[in-house]
């Protein structure tokens, strides 16, 4: 009888350990890797909500400002303009300025107007270098293309539009991950950051009167 008690201790043992030893090494490092990516996520979207509350709080700091409006122009007479509700100097570096319900309004010289609108942006003073984040538009003529992030260079006069694209136009509807609209040509090349993603392309039925 003891015999059969120690072999049926035995199997237990046998079934049991590697379970254990899944839950506690295993098991239990997935959990805290989850833990420290929630932790990390929740962190971003406190400073962020922080940084908007401040920005928008007329009283937490002297030196923010209402209607914001900055204009630039190159020397071919290609003309920047970005307007904000509200915009304050950042502490890390006095020329970028964050922005709140943000437009901007882009004039080349031969062609029609780029116009961009966006929740937030970080526009630096000195270089006109913008990154715009959340509900961003781009408009240009038929064209829409609606995203999470935008970031303009005029030194290459390139918007690389990222996260969450739809891109309309008169016939089709496009959803990708990444767009590069060059501002010169309005030449415009779509991507997806997985090589094996095809891009959706879904055609705009005509309504038989054009």
């Given at each position: 009888?003891?015999?059969?008690?120690l072999q049926y201790f035995l199997i237990f043992l046998i079934?049991?350990?590697?379970?254990?030893?899944?839950?506690?090494?295993?098991?239990?490092?997935?959990?805290?890797?989850?833990?420290?990516?929630?932790?990390?996520?929740?962190?971003?979207?406190?400073?962020?909500?922080?940084?908007?509350?401040?920005?928008?709080?007329?009283?937490?700091?002297?030196?923010?400002?209402?209607?914001?409006?900055?204009?630039?122009?190159?020397?071919?007479?290609?003309?920047?303009?970005?307007?904000?509700?509200?915009?304050?100097?950042?502490?890390?570096?006095?020329?970028?300025?964050?922005?709140?319900?943000?437009?901007?309004?882009?004039?080349?010289?031969?062609?029609?107007?780029?116009?961009?609108?966006?929740?937030?942006?970080?526009?630096?003073?000195?270089?006109?270098?913008?990154?715009?984040?959340?509900?961003?538009?781009?408009?240009?003529?038929?064209?829409?293309?609606?995203?999470?992030?935008?970031?303009?260079?005029?030194?290459?006069?390139?918007?690389?539009?990222?996260?969450?694209?739809?891109?309309?136009?008169?016939?089709?509807?496009?959803?990708?991950?990444?767009?590069?609209?060059?501002?010169?040509?309005?030449?415009?090349?779509?991507?997806?950051?997985?090589?094996?993603?095809?891009?959706?392309?879904?055609?705009?039925?005509?309504?038989?009167?054009?």
């Amino acid at each position: 009888m003891q015999k059969k008690l120690l072999q049926y201790f035995l199997i237990f043992l046998i079934i049991i350990f590697p379970v254990f030893a899944y839950y506690k090494y295993f098991y239990s490092n997935n959990m805290d890797a989850a833990i420290d990516k929630k932790k990390n996520i929740a962190s971003y979207e406190e400073v962020k909500d922080l940084a908007l509350e401040k920005i928008e709080t007329k009283d937490t700091s002297s030196n923010l400002i209402e209607n914001l409006k900055y204009v630039s122009k190159d020397s071919k007479e290609n003309k920047y303009e970005i307007f904000s509700k509200y915009g304050k100097i950042s502490d890390e570096d006095q020329d970028i300025i964050l922005m709140t319900d943000v437009t901007a309004i882009i004039t080349m010289i031969g062609s029609s107007p780029i116009y961009i609108s966006a929740s937030v942006a970080e526009y630096n003073n000195q270089t006109y270098e913008t990154i715009f984040s959340d509900n961003v538009l781009l408009t240009y003529i038929t064209h829409k293309i609606k995203s999470k992030n935008l970031e303009l260079s005029f030194e290459k006069n390139l918007a690389t539009i990222y996260d969450n694209i739809v891109y309309t136009n008169l016939k089709n509807t496009i959803l990708a991950d990444k767009l590069e609209f060059d501002m010169l040509s309005k030449n415009s090349k779509i991507f997806m950051n997985d090589n094996n993603k095809k891009i959706k392309i879904t055609s705009i039925q005509s309504d038989g009167n054009n």
